[in-house]
């Protein structure tokens, strides 16, 4: 069975500060992996995908196969970032994704 | 944003009343999803459709039905709503592969 695990539920840094958002996977087969962002009361939003290896608003994800994780960085953190990031692995029938629970990263002033 | 819309966006109603939540695309995918999001337990999947008139059910499926009699149409009824089911319900669509793209959601409240 596949299964993500995003062990912040919340996390808090300040502005300017380094931030990684952590997220471990459990999966046999050849993962598909996605970050969504999700500012207070809207839609999600993909965020980034682990094949496009973009950097989108400045956070980066570098998948570890090695070891099962797919972190959300970004080397300066701003006040807009405050929002709840979700990590999803893709991989089995048809298009479905499974999601952490998410983490709901506070970036203070 | 890809194009979906929910209706309504936000609903009250009371316990043992049916409940039914449209999602609509314009963009001809072949996926659809419901999910309910709770705090603590993230996101969940309740249904999903493959194409029209073809469903199955997510991990939490107990108490909710689908329908999809049209590609851009995916609907989720509530036959006798319960105040477990409070919560935003969020559609999503997508192609293949992933990703999944969303809707604005609905916030419903059963009293």
């Known amino acids: 069975a596949q299964r993500v695990t995003q062990p912040e539920k919340l996390l808090s840094v300040f502005k300017g500060a380094p931030v990684e958002l952590k997220c471990n996977y459990s999966y046999s087969g050849s993962p598909e992996l996605f970050w969504y962002v999700q500012y207070s009361r809207q839609r999600l939003q993909l965020l980034l995908r682990h094949i496009s290896r973009e950097s989108i608003k400045g956070f980066t994800a570098d998948l570890n196969k090695g070891e099962t994780s797919f972190h959300l960085k970004k080397p300066f953190a701003q006040e807009e970032d405050s929002a709840m990031y979700y990590c999803a692995l893709g991989g089995t029938s048809g298009s479905r994704l499974t999601f952490g629970e998410g983490t709901q990263l506070t970036v203070n002033p | 944003d890809a194009g979906i819309t929910q209706s309504p966006r936000h609903k009250v109603t009371e316990t043992g009343t049916p409940v039914t939540l449209r999602c609509h695309q314009t963009?001809?995918?072949?996926?659809m999803y419901w999910y309910r999001q709770d705090p603590g337990h993230g996101l969940r999947l309740i249904h999903y459709?493959?194409?029209?008139?073809?469903?199955d059910k997510g991990e939490v499926s107990d108490g909710y039905s689908v329908s999809r009699s049209k590609t851009e149409d995916f609907l989720l009824t509530l036959e006798s709503a319960t105040s477990s089911q409070t919560s935003v319900y969020f559609c999503?669509?997508?192609?293949?592969?992933?990703?999944?793209?969303f809707g604005p959601g609905t916030r419903l409240t059963v009293l």
């Open positions: 459709s493959y194409g029209v008139k073809d469903t």
């Open positions: 963009e001809n995918h072949r996926y």
């Open positions: 999503a669509i997508s192609g293949t592969p992933p990703p999944q793209f």
